[in-house]
């Protein structure tokens, strides 16, 4: 017997009808999108391995431990499918001269590829939906990022979600915390694990988001970024913190708060829930001024979030928040399927009033006695039966049986519909 093929394991097959709640989902995303005037952009899932590397710092756990790279067999280039789509949305607006006239509010969705143990709301490949301003410095924008987002929480009927927020300042300021970053880490290298010591000099800011328990207290007393904040860089996050205030929007300001990559600069900001486990984070982003200049690019400010799809989802299910599967508004019942043909057209004229209706199909053994096919349009979740009977169609007509209403239970009894009249159906059956 030929082996059974499954999934690769973290990468998931998404199945009616939990489908049904991704495409929800995704469609209230565009709409939140569309109402704020962001526009849609789709990048490559494969992008040069180099991207990635240059934007993402290459002490990053991303690119040292979790991407998936590989050589092209063709031509011998080094590409690897993406493991988040900030570092494409510049690679594509440098390509494409973007914002040759003016700031671009983009937004993008779709999977995103790591290699690291699955667990609850972390997967290798996984989804993720990202909004991002390119073009524009003020810090209202960053306002407008944080706020669109619990536009999106409000919308989804989500509660429990803390928004937190720091600021990273500009080079300069973050090389001279680095040094007196260094200095003090140095001075307690014996409390300091095997990571740590490995990006001591490297990337030692990142040792400030350690996970391990065991240093902790090392790290609340380790010198803080905030102390070394030019005038500039203050008077942003604090323009930033009245825009939130005047929005009455909630915050926690986070000192040790310093995201994954190499390209943030001032603002960052995550939303975090205590009700996924350790996968607490749901959305988070920042400012990335010097990306465009890192990656070959003019200087250009930029500023943008990406929350994952999986999280939102199985927060939105431990909430109670997710919204019933749509069903059909009619199923036909066909009981000869020489008929087929005739009721086929019928139910088009349906759908193309915006009805949805399915058709009973004929499997192995034809399409079936009238029980098992009523049991089918109840299984459905429909709340017609149109019966497309022998005595109806040859008196044009198609009988309408109700089988729920509001509340699920039998509406009355059944009616008969004239074929002729198929146009007058639709505000009767949706």
């Known amino acids: 017997m030929t082996e059974r093929l499954s999934a690769v394991k973290g990468m998931n097959d998404i199945t009616p009808p939990v489908s049904a709640h991704w495409e929800w989902l995704e469609d209230t995303l565009r709409g939140l999108m569309r109402r704020y ?65 003016g700031g671009k509010r983009l937004y993008y969705m779709g999977p995103m590829f790591r290699h690291e143990r699955p667990q609850r709301g972390r997967y290798r490949q996984f989804h993720q939906f990202g909004a991002e301003a390119l073009g524009f410095a003020g810090p209202d924008v960053d306002a407008e990022l944080i706020v669109l987002a619990c536009d999106l929480w409000a919308e989804l009927g989500l509660t429990g979600i803390e928004l937190e927020i720091n600021s990273l300042g500009q080079p300069a300021e973050r090389l001279a915390h680095r040094q007196a970053l260094i200095t003090y880490l140095e001075g307690h290298a014996d409390l300091l694990d095997e990571d740590a010591r490995r990006r001591l000099h490297s990337n030692p800011l990142r040792i400030l988001d350690t996970k ?25 996050f604090e323009r930033l913190r009245s825009l939130l205030d005047a929005h009455g929007i909630a915050y926690r300001i986070n000192p040790r708060l310093v995201r994954g990559m190499d390209y ?18 749901v959305c988070a982003g920042g400012r990335y001024d010097g990306l465009f200049e890192q990656m070959g ?37 066909v009981p000869d399927e020489a008929r087929v043909a005739e009721v086929m057209p019928v139910l088009r004229q349906l759908r193309l009033q915006g009805v949805s ?29 149109l019966i497309f009977g022998e005595q109806e169609m040859r008196e044009g007509t198609v009988a309408l049986k109700p089988l729920r209403g509001p509340r699920g239970e039998s509406d009355g009894g059944q009616s008969l ?12 059956l949706r």
Request: glycine share 10%.
């Open 37 to 101: 005037g962001y526009r849609n952009l789709r990048t490559p899932i494969v992008e040069p391995t180099a991207l990635f590397v240059r934007g993402l710092g290459e002490v990053t756990d991303i690119v040292e431990k979790e991407m998936y790279s590989f050589e092209d067999r063709l031509n011998g280039e080094q590409l690897t499918l993406r493991p988040e789509n900030t570092a494409g949305v510049v690679r594509a607006a440098l390509e494409h001269s973007l914002l040759y006239d």
């Open 212 to 236: 391990n328990p065991a240093m902790q207290d090392l790290v609340n007393a380790a010198p803080r970024l905030m102390d070394h904040l030019g005038a500039e860089s203050l008077a942003h």
């Open 264 to 281: 943030y600069n001032l603002s960052v900001f995550e939303f975090v829930t205590t009700q996924l486990g350790s996968q607490g984070t």
């Open 297 to 333: 690019g003019k200087p250009a400010p930029a500023v943008g979030w990406a929350l994952g799809m999986e999280r939102i989802l199985e927060l939105l299910k431990e909430q109670g928040r997710l919204p019933e599967v749509p069903v059909p508004d009619a199923y036909a019942v």
């Open 357 to 385: 209706v399915q058709m009973h199909a004929a499997g192995p053994e034809g399409m079936g006695s009238m029980k098992s096919q009523f049991k089918k349009a109840d299984a459905s979740g429909a709340r017609y039966a």
């Open 417 to 428: 519909l004239r074929i002729d009249s198929v146009a007058d159906w639709g505000s009767r």
